[in-house]
T-cell receptor, first 113, second 112 residues
């Protein structure tokens, strides 16, 4: 099956803990993205990578860091979570750049207690 | 900077009625415009995109015309179904910053 896969589906953690989310795409795309979707459904890009190279790095807190091992994988690490990090984190990919159709994974819902 | 503004949600309609979700944008560029749809429990997926002004995009009974003069890209459907219940996002391509700019999303609920 060709798609964008994310793990875990859900994660509940305490303030100050470190979390890591995984994303893999089997579509053969060159560019991958991380988005944050808040409780009001606002969708904001955080990072994008093209062939393992960071292209877009929005103004996000430094505790967020993307990790790319190859062009099919883009993980997201949050070093010390805060309550405002509670959200759905969506991974996406596109064939070339942002102007191409983006394919999204189902998301990882993070709850910070 | 570039921005996209949509109809404030949530919007609730009865099955069989017509739908318009307004989308207005601000940019100094000539963007490609997109509509994405997000069904419950899933990530957003592309409904359609329109790269050129005065052209129309359509898919699954939805359509929108790229109106450069009015800077609008309103989503329409003549007769909605319960399965259309979802969140709809209007977006534009920001070539300067190399990313998509999404509107705030419009949650649509269709009553049978």
């Amino acid at each position: 099956e060709t798609a964008v896969f994310q793990t875990p589906n859900y994660h509940v953690t305490q303030v100050g803990n470190e979390v890591s989310f995984n994303c893999k795409q089997t579509l053969g795309h060159d560019t991958m993205y991380w988005y944050k979707q808040d409780s009001k459904k606002l969708l904001k890009i955080m990072f994008s990578y093209n062939n393992k190279q960071l292209i877009v790095n929005e103004t996000v807190p430094r505790r967020f860091s993307p990790q790319s091992s190859d062009k099919a994988h883009l993980n997201l690490r949050i070093k010390s979570v805060e309550p405002e990090d509670s959200a759905v984190y969506l991974c996406a990919s596109s064939l070339r750049d942002w102007a191409y159709e983006q394919y999204f994974g189902p998301g990882t819902r993070l709850t910070v207690l | 900077g570039d921005s996209v503004t949509q109809t404030e949600g949530p919007v609730t309609l009865s099955e069989g009625t017509s739908l318009t979700v307004n989308c207005s944008y601000e940019t100094k560029q000539y963007p490609t415009l997109f509509w994405y749809v997000q069904y419950p429990g899933e990530g957003p997926q592309l409904l359609f995109k329109v790269p050129k002004a005065n052209e129309k995009g359509s898919n699954r009974g939805f359509e929108a015309t790229y109106n450069k003069e009015a800077t609008s890209f309103h989503l329409q459907k003549a007769s909605v179904q319960e399965s259309d219940s979802a969140v709809y996002y209007c977006a534009l391509s920001d070539y300067n910053q190399g990313k998509l700019i999404f509107g705030q999303g419009t949650k649509l609920s269709i009553k049978p």
